[in-house]
């Protein structure tokens, strides 16, 4: 069999499979959209799947396109049984269930994009630390070797669905989960400094991490004429990734710590005089040399 035919064949399986798991008693498949495989090289990635949309439309009409590692494949077409595999318990089907699992695990990306990204104003529900997806990565009995999915096993999020079996129950419990979250990212889209200085933050379900990840923050210093009145003001726009471990009512004591002690990953100054309604950005020093003969 040609190795892209055996692709296509994994892919119905798991489709198939996976329709069943989720869907048993109605009629609507796995995924509305669109699926294609490919095999690829992903050495640079250090990753034996990936996920990616193509052929984006809008929000909800796109395909789903599924790389799979080359090595991935060259074991299973490849194997030979020795006395190693012999040794180590493992036969041919053991490098076909690998594929499978690959194959799911990406899958499962394109579900919850289907499912709850069309809804969710946070971005990145399918994200790999994302605990909506991990949530239903379990469901599915997929696997994960991202660093992330073992804590994940620890927390809160994952002792609630762990023994769920009905689709419809963790359907419910991820649906109220993300309003949840969406309700505190609301609350705290902007939290003032003090009666001038502003912090706005967004968030994303994270890549990467288990934890609540301060990933950047922007920050403009303003120096600005109002109504003949110069005023000083900072206006800071921050992110934040939410990973895995953090329930909603972890968000707000996190975020109130990162942003007083400005502990991004990645920060950024900006300098800007304002006047008769325009910025002009400048350097630090022109900011400050300016702003010194202002106070
Ligand atoms: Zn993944």
Known sequence: ??????????????????????????????????????????????????YEQVDVKDKIRYTHKITIDSRVIDELVNYKYNKWD??????????????????????????????????????GTNCDASPIFLSMLHFCKGISHHQCTRSFRKSKIFEDIKDIKEFSKLDRYLTELIFKYQDIAEDLKMIKLNDKDIVNNTFAFSPRNAGLEAAHAWTDNIVA??????????????????????TPDMIKNLIDRKVRYGQFEEQKQGYYLVAEGKAVEVDRIEYYKFKSKIA
């Open 86 to 123: 012999a040794y180590a318990g493992i036969n041919k089907s053991y490098y076909k269930q690998k594929l499978r699992q690959v194959i799911r695990h990406e899958l499962t990306h394109g579900m919850v994009a289907e499912y709850y990204q069309t809804f969710s104003d946070i971005l």
């Open 225 to 246: 004429n109002v109504e003949g009145r110069v005023k000083e003001l900072v206006n800071q726009s921050s992110c934040f990734y939410i990973g895995c471990n953090i």
């Open 1 to 50: 069999m040609k190795r892209q035919e055996l692709l296509e064949k994994l892919l119905k399986k798991e489709l198939e499979g996976l329709r069943k798991v989720c869907f048993k008693y109605q009629r609507r498949p796995f995924l509305r959209n669109k699926v294609m495989i490919v095999e690829g090289d992903l050495r640079d990635l250090n990753a034996h799947g990936l």
